[in-house]
């Protein structure tokens, strides 16, 4: 649309405006509230029809420029995960940002990184949606037990840090799963024939997820063990 590219060309040729917009550190604002309000005036710049599709592409080009921006001082992928975790509140994209470059300095973080990778994608296969739901009377082995006890403290504990927006203490404090994580990966088969084993197990997966989902997309982050790691883990 032609209100689009007016869009971009007028942030293109104010660099410095953008970074400006972009590199706020302790003014909350949301992109989306002022997107999606609909233009109330006789004469409006969009039709109403193609009102959200310039919303929405609008949108796309300020990720883009907070992507390549913040792409000068951080990991791309880094930036990737914490943008596809949601980017209204700029402040918080770069709160989050900041802590998960702090995490990833960590000598632990390639194994965190791996079993929330693997998590993520076992979640998106099952298709799973909506309130995750852990029956403790079907719990069998110890490893499912202890993750569980392991995530209701973990959840216990991220309240007050989520409400203060420390991440780096709720990174740090989900982090701390990693273990009781890797451990049921080893231990227990998610996809069980049983299906209410199964749905369960992924009930399990799913508030683990949850834990980190809003905060970074760890599919996005680029992390590999070493060969001899690797092998160890095979």
Do not use: H
């Not at 959840?155 to 049921?184: C, G, K, Q």
């Amino acid at each position: 649309p032609e209100y689009l590219s007016a869009f971009e060309r007028t942030l293109t040729r104010r660099s410095t405006r953008t970074r400006q917009v972009v590199g706020y550190r302790s003014v909350r604002f949301g992109f989306a509230p002022a997107l999606t309000r609909r233009p109330t005036r006789t004469r409006p710049v969009v039709a109403l029809s193609s009102f959200r599709i310039v919303a929405e592409q609008v949108l796309d080009f300020l990720r883009g420029r907070m992507k390549a921006l913040w792409g000068e001082e951080f990991p791309v992928d880094l930036v990737e995960a914490v943008l596809s975790a949601g980017f209204d509140d700029v402040v918080d994209v770069r709160k989050r940002l900041e802590a998960l470059a702090e995490v990833k300095a960590r000598p632990d973080f390639v194994p965190l990184a791996l079993a929330f990778k693997r998590v993520a994608n076992i979640q998106e296969k099952a298709g799973e949606n909506g309130v995750a739901r852990v029956d403790p009377g079907l719990l069998r082995d110890e490893a499912e037990k202890r993750l569980l006890a392991e995530i209701e403290r973990v959840e216990s504990e991220a309240i007050s840090l989520r409400e203060r927006r420390n991440y780096p203490a709720v990174l740090r404090n989900v982090a701390t799963l990693e273990p009781a994580v890797a451990r049921f990966f080893d231990d227990v088969l998610v996809m069980a024939e049983e299906p209410a084993l199964r749905a369960n197990r992924l009930g399990l997966m799913r508030r683990v997820a949850a834990l980190f989902a809003d905060l970074a997309d760890f599919r996005k982050i680029q992390a590999e063990l070493p060969a001899a790691a690797a092998g160890d883990a095979r």
